[in-house]
């Protein structure tokens, strides 16, 4: 499977821990992004990189939240202290770099805080 | 007011017929948009891109209207396939940002 991967697909965790999901994009790609989806809305961005850089963060990345992409390949994304607002599905996607170009998404990481 | 805003529906439609959603939008500097479709519980998947004026691909037609900053979207002779939720997307100028509305949910009903 050529596309772009997410691991894992689903985590359950309690209030107060930290999870840590992955995301490996399209090989070619040199831009990675993260977005957060809510049960009845559309994706929200969080935060992009290009190459190993990350060139902005969203104001919904609180300071709980924190990305990297240390070889400017695979991303991860760490949540610290997990409340409960923070369940929903993480959606990662790429593209090249070069204006007009479609981002692809993963299938997301589902998450849970009970 | 919201940067994308959608009809969230539910859009009930028989098969074969016609249905079209709108969206609008606020940043008067997008260049260009996008139409994502999503499964249930599935990742957003690129359907159709608007570029000028718009775009047509098969039964799918996309129109951008800069003036009254809307875009809309029209698939005709519907299919039961054709039952997802439609996500309208402006980008910010450089395309880093999608800022997605919150979806109209289409069932095609046989």
């Known amino acids: 499977d050529t596309g772009v991967s997410q691991d894992p697909r689903h985590k359950i965790t309690k209030r107060g821990q930290n999870v840590t999901f992955r995301c490996d994009p399209i090989?070619?790609?040199?831009?990675l992004y993260w977005y957060r989806q809510t049960l009845g809305q559309g994706p929200e961005f969080l935060t992009y990189f290009q190459n190993e850089a990350q060139l902005e963060k969203s104001r919904l990345l609180s300071d709980r939240f924190s990305a990297e992409r240390p070889k400017g390949s695979f991303s991860t994304l760490e949540i610290q202290r997990t409340e409960q607002g923070d369940s929903a599905m993480y959606l990662c996607?790429?593209?090249?770099?070069?204006?007009?170009?479609?981002?692809?998404f993963g299938p997301g990481t589902r998450l849970l805080v009970l | 007011r919201k940067e994308v805003e959608q009809d969230p529906g539910p859009f009930n439609v028989p098969e074969g017929a016609t249905v079209a959603f709108n969206c609008t939008y606020s940043?008067?500097?997008?260049?260009?948009f996008f139409w994502y479709r999503q499964d249930c519980r599935k990742e957003p998947k690129l359907l159709m891109s608007v570029y000028s004026s718009g775009n047509e691909d098969g039964r799918f037609t996309a129109q951008l209207n800069r003036a009254s900053q809307y875009i809309s979207l029209l698939i005709r002779d519907s299919k039961l396939s054709d039952s997802a939720t439609y996500l309208c997307v402006a980008p910010n100028f450089g395309n880093e940002k999608l800022t997605f509305g919150t979806g109209t949910r289409l069932t095609i009903i046989p």
């Open positions: 996607a790429s593209s090249r770099r070069t204006r007009q170009e479609t981002q692809y």
């Open positions: 090989s070619e790609h040199n831009r």
């Open positions: 940043n008067s500097a997008s260049q260009s």
